[in-house]
T-cell receptor, first 121, second 105 residues
Framework: QVQLVQSAAEVKKPGASMKVTCKTS????????IQWVRQAPGKGLEWMGW????????HYVEKFQGRVTMTTDTSIRTAYMELSSLTTDDTAVYYC??????????????WGQGTLITVSS | DIQMTQSPSSLSASVGDRVTITCRAT??????LNWYQHKPGQAPRLLIY???NLQSGVPSRFSGSKSGTDYILTISSLQPEDFATYYC????????FGQGTRLEI
């Protein structure tokens, strides 16, 4: 069965960086983009960007460009999302999700359990 | 950029009720509209993709439709486990979520 398992919650200081791990199993890793979404406390879902494990091509939401780096290690079927220069506004639950294909688009059909990142001095 | 307007932002209902949630996209996203259910402490769950298509394993009381520029999620008979927050998502040009509809008792 398809599974995405994320790393544990962390507390970070303002100005630091964080890196979330998303370990996948149960499907062909290189065949599906990995998407990243976050939810700040009391807020809605916010899309951050995607990475193609097959090619390494990424697309980041403009808001995060310059601060976010998405990577994958196909040998261990794992995706990573690193966010730098953290502020308290980055306190959120971060999710990875598998994108499935539909015609020229798609949808997020399997999700990780979420990783809470708390930014606090 | 595509703007997603979801309504209502919150909704009170009872078990057995028929409920509809609406999402409007500007400009159009054609059929590229998905719906998710999200409960506190859990991962979001895909319900409907490409406007009409029920995701595998999702109960048939959930359905998606389109009327003009409005995309509609319908729950035909609310069950206790359906109380959650619902999000629409456009996938026509990159990805954008609606602001969410909190469905409560």
């Amino acid at each position: 069965q398809v599974q995405l398992v994320q790393s544990a919650a962390e507390v970070k200081k303002p100005g630091a960086s964080m890196k979330v791990t998303c370990k996948t199993s149960g499907y062909t890793f290189s065949g599906h983009y990995i998407q990243w979404v976050r939810q700040a406390p009391g807020k809605g879902l916010e899309w951050m960007g995607w990475i193609s494990p097959n090619s390494g091509v990424t697309h980041y939401v403009e808001k995060f460009q310059g601060r976010v780096t998405m990577t994958t290690d196909t040998s261990i079927r794992t995706a990573y999302m690193e966010l730098s220069s953290l502020t308290t506004d980055d306190t959120a639950v971060y999710y990875c999700a598998r994108q499935n294909h539909y015609e020229s688009s798609g949808y997020f059909d399997f999700w990780g359990q979420g990783t809470l990142i708390t930014v606090s001095s | 950029d595509i703007q997603m307007t979801q309504s209502p932002s919150s909704l009170s209902a009872s078990v057995g009720d028929r409920v509809t949630i609406t999402c409007r996209a500007t400009p159009t996203v054609y059929k590229y509209l998905n719906w998710y259910q999200h409960k506190p402490g859990q991962a979001p769950r895909l319900l409907i993709y490409a406007t009409f298509n029920l995701q595998s394993g999702v109960p048939s009381r959930f359905s998606g439709s389109k009327s003009g520029t409005d995309y509609i999620l319908t729950i035909s008979s609310l069950q206790p486990e359906d109380f959650a927050t619902y999000y629409c998502q456009q996938s026509y040009s990159a990805w954008t979520f609606g602001q969410g509809t909190r469905l409560e008792i």
